[in-house]
């Protein structure tokens, strides 16, 4: 078991770009990493994937602490227009495929997120933004693959990096292709949790 310090929040997620957005929203939070396995069940649809992951992530580290710190999970992937579920990249391949897929085209980011206290769910939400990618050069792939920024990202690209050049246009929540849909979560954290950033507490 792993004894929690006296924060209001853990987040359970190893996400360098969850933990930057969360910090920068003056909440104090805790990280414990949940450890389960990421893949999809046959004939999972990527909204249920995602709650799922979500979900499971939440309440392994429910299992592991002794606290009733608030838990907050999230899972992202990306999920093309022929309706398939691009994860993070196994290799250079795999994620040239990606890329491949993704250029000149628009696809679907698709951010799971939940909030557990207790080892119980007190709210998962599914949030969705639609991203188009201008047609890339095959040069254009294989320089932004050696760069190595993809093999850590759902869909092989990140928004925030070196792929921006790559989006012609978004539809939703900018955060939410980072891997956590922020205004919404702020939003909960506040009514379900009663956390609040800084942003919003009085003089």
Not at 100 to 110: K, Y
Not at 133 to 153: M, N, V, W
């Amino acid at each position: 078991m792993t004894k929690i310090k006296n924060e209001q929040l853990i987040l359970a997620s190893a996400s360098p770009r969850r933990k930057e957005m969360l910090s920068s929203s003056g909440i104090p939070f805790y990280i414990v990493i949940a450890d389960i396995e990421e893949k999809p069940l046959e004939n999972e649809g990527g909204h249920e994937y995602v709650k799922r992951n979500a979900r499971e992530k939440a309440l392994a580290v429910s299992e592991k602490t002794l606290s009733a710190e608030f838990i907050l999970s999230a899972d992202t992937i990306v999920v093309t227009h022929e309706d398939k579920i691009l994860e993070k990249p196994q290799n250079k391949d795999h994620a040239k495929k990606m890329l491949e897929a993704l250029s000149g085209s628009t696809h679907l980011v698709l951010s799971g997120y939940s909030l557990f206290q207790n080892k119980k769910e007190i709210v998962s939400r599914v949030i969705e933004t639609l991203v188009t990618f201008r047609i890339l050069s095959a040069r254009e792939i294989d320089a932004y693959i050696k760069t190595g920024e993809p093999f850590d990202k759902a869909g092989s690209y990140g928004i925030q990096g070196r792929a921006m050049g790559f989006i012609e246009k978004i539809e939703g929540s900018y955060t939410n292709v980072m891997g956590l849909p922020l205004s919404q979560v702020l939003l909960d954290l506040k009514d379900f949790a009663g956390i609040e950033t800084y942003t919003q507490i009085d003089d």
